[in-house]
């Protein structure tokens, strides 16, 4: 079983569409959460922390469910701009293993006009 | 903000010659970096932990011969893939942690990644 795994799509929508995308993480001592966003040949770039709290950064939502271990990312009225892969990212337990993240396979996104 | 610059962007190489990739912090000191790699339609893999002032901590599978990390400063690691073969076309990009907020707190930056095609 991968650490961190993604549901790989590609999810192709019409602008102005809400998707959701989950991702399920195995280490039960995982600390931190996040979904980070890779343009095409391009590096990652981080898009927003997940906490057990949910949190919500403009039309963007994350959820974290540390029972299930399962995180999610809800975007709204999507954008041309929002087409990218889409990666879940764990960091390891904390002290000196923070920093040493792992990555899910990534969600393709696409939006169309 | 923090930025992490990496050198070259871009590398095509014979194989059996070396390559060195530079990965620095620009506005920040960071005395640990970490290198992944990434295939074509892949994740990222994490490599190696590069640790300022000692040696490098690789991940299991990763050759610690054939990948040779210098972190010779608080803003300068290197990565040197070793007798270069085609398999080891790869995206390589580093990232750095911003400590200045805290030790478990500091926000990682990515290099811009290196792309290496061995012919």
């Known amino acids: 079983r991968k650490e961190v795994e993604q549901d790989p799509g590609p999810f192709n929508v019409p602008e102005g569409a809400t998707v959701a995308f989950n991702c399920t993480y195995s280490?039960?001592?995982?600390?931190?959460f996040f979904w980070y966003r890779q343009d095409c040949r391009k590096e990652p770039k981080l898009l927003m922390s997940?906490?057990?709290s949910g949190n919500e950064d403009g039309r963007f939502t994350a959820q974290l469910n540390r029972a299930s271990q399962y995180i999610s990312l809800l975007i709204r009225d999507s954008k041309l701009s929002d087409s990218a892969t889409y990666l879940c990212?764990?960091?390891?337990?904390?002290?000196?293993?923070?920093?040493?993240?792992?990555f899910g396979q990534g969600t393709i996104l696409t939006v169309h006009p | 903000g923090a930025v992490v610059s990496q050198h070259p962007s871009w590398v095509i190489c014979k194989s059996g010659t070396s390559v060195k990739i530079e990965c620095r912090s620009l506005?920040?000191?960071?005395?640990?970096m970490f290198w992944y790699r990434q295939f074509p339609k892949q994740s990222l893999m994490l490599m190696a932990t590069s640790n300022e002032g000692s040696k490098a901590t690789y991940e299991q599978g990763v050759e610690k011969d054939k990948f040779l990390i210098n972190h010779a400063s608080l803003t300068l690691s290197t990565l040197t893939v070793t007798s270069a073969h085609p398999e080891d076309s790869s995206f390589y990009i580093c990232?750095?942690?911003?400590?200045?907020?805290?030790?478990?707190?500091?926000?990682?930056?990515f290099g811009e990644g290196s792309r290496l095609t061995v012919l």
């Open positions: 506005d920040f000191q960071a005395t640990t």
């Open positions: 280490n039960s001592a995982s600390q931190s």
């Open positions: 990232s750095a942690r911003d400590l200045s907020g805290g030790f478990n707190t500091g926000e990682l930056f």
């Open positions: 997940v906490y057990s």
């Open positions: 990212v764990v960091n390891r337990a904390g002290g000196t293993s923070y920093g040493k993240l792992t």
